[in-house]
């Protein structure tokens, strides 16, 4: 695993959430955060979720700080979490900025008090398990808008790599 391979993940999520926030940013402020299905119940939560997690993730892998873990009734809007993720894009690629590739090879230890496990992940480790996590959330997102009636698209990484290619 390189940063670069690191990179190139965080890159296509960041692309699929750009997909999906026109959709979920439709949604009026009721289906926002209505509970639809699912084990985080609503676009709202889920997506808060994937927030609050890629930022803990970042903070275990060494960069900058999340604190407590995010609470979804603070994000009552749509445009609440894009603006949200704006600066948490910000500060991941900043973080992935000045990693080289030894440095994703480290062990840190990280603790889930919520989940009671206390383990060792490399650097490396730790930032793909978050962007695979944000990838399986996404998936819900998107089924979650599409109970709602919405259409968000194809967010497959296969589209991704085609849309890149397509623009060098």
């Known amino acids: 695993m390189t940063v670069k391979d690191i990179e190139t993940l965080y890159d296509y999520s960041y692309w699929a959430n750009a997909k999906l926030f026109p959709v979920v940013s439709s949604l009026s402020a009721d289906d926002f955060g209505r509970r639809v299905a699912g084990s985080l119940g609503s676009v709202r939560n889920t997506l808060v979720h994937m927030m609050s997690a890629e930022g803990g993730w970042l903070e275990r892998a060494g960069g900058p700080a999340r604190g407590a873990a995010l609470n979804a009734d603070d994000f009552p809007t749509a445009a609440s979490v894009t603006s949200y993720w704006t600066v948490q894009e910000d500060k991941v690629r900043g973080f992935l900025a000045a990693l080289t590739d030894t440095d994703l090879a480290t062990p840190r230890e990280f603790s889930l008090p919520q989940l009671s496990v206390t383990a060792v992940l490399t650097i490396g480790e730790m930032l793909h398990h978050a962007v695979n996590h944000s990838i399986h959330h996404r998936g819900q997102v998107a089924l979650l808008l ?23």
């Not at 599409?146 to 397509?166: E, S, T």
């Open 146 to 168: 599409r109970q709602l009636g919405h259409v968000p698209g194809n967010v497959d990484i296969m589209f991704y790599y085609g849309q890149r290619r397509a623009s060098t």
